[in-house]
Nanobody, 116 residues
Framework: QVRLVESGGGLVQPGGSLRLSCAASGSIFNVMGWYRQAPGKQRELVAEITSGGPTRYTDSVKGRFTISRDNAKNTVYLQMNSLKSEDTAVYYC????????????WGQGTQVTVSS
C-alpha cells in the first residue's frame, strides 16, 4: 500500500509563494495531480502531470502554479506563486493511470493559508 505524504504548506501573505511536496512510499502512477479542498467546498483538481511531462491546470491557477515531478524520488511538487486568498485550502496529491484518476488512499494533506 503506497502512502502519500504532503508537506510544504503554511501561512503566506497575498502575492507570496510556497512549494509543496508529495512524497510517495512507492512507485507513483503515470498521472499525478494536486487537489485542494477549501472549507465548505468540494475537493477540486488543481494540476496534473504525466510521467512524460505534459501538464494541465485548472483555469484559476494557470500562469501562477507549476507542477513537476521527480520519478526517481517518487515525488511530485507544486510551485505556487502570486498566491491569493482564494487559494487557501488543504492541498492533497493523488494519481492514477489516466487524467483525473485518484487511485491512492488520500494522505493527510498540507494546509495552505493565504492571508495578510
Amino acid at each position: 500500500q503506497v502512502r502519500l505524504v504532503e508537506s510544504g504548506g503554511g501561512l503566506v501573505q497575498p502575492g507570496g509563494s510556497l512549494r509543496l511536496s508529495c512524497a510517495a512510499s512507492g512507485s507513483i502512477f503515470n498521472v499525478m495531480g494536486w487537489y485542494r479542498q477549501a472549507p465548505g467546498k468540494q475537493r477540486e483538481l488543481v494540476a496534473e502531470i504525466t510521467s512524460g511531462g505534459p501538464t494541465r491546470y485548472t483555469d484559476s491557477v494557470k500562469g501562477r502554479f507549476t507542477i513537476s515531478r521527480d520519478n526517481a524520488k517518487n515525488t511530485v511538487y507544486l510551485q505556487m506563486n502570486s498566491l491569493k486568498s482564494e487559494d487557501t485550502a488543504v492541498y492533497y496529491c493523488n494519481g492514477g493511470r489516466g487524467w483525473g484518476m485518484t487511485s491512492f488512499d488520500w494522505g493527510q494533506g498540507t494546509q495552505v493559508t493565504v492571508s495578510s
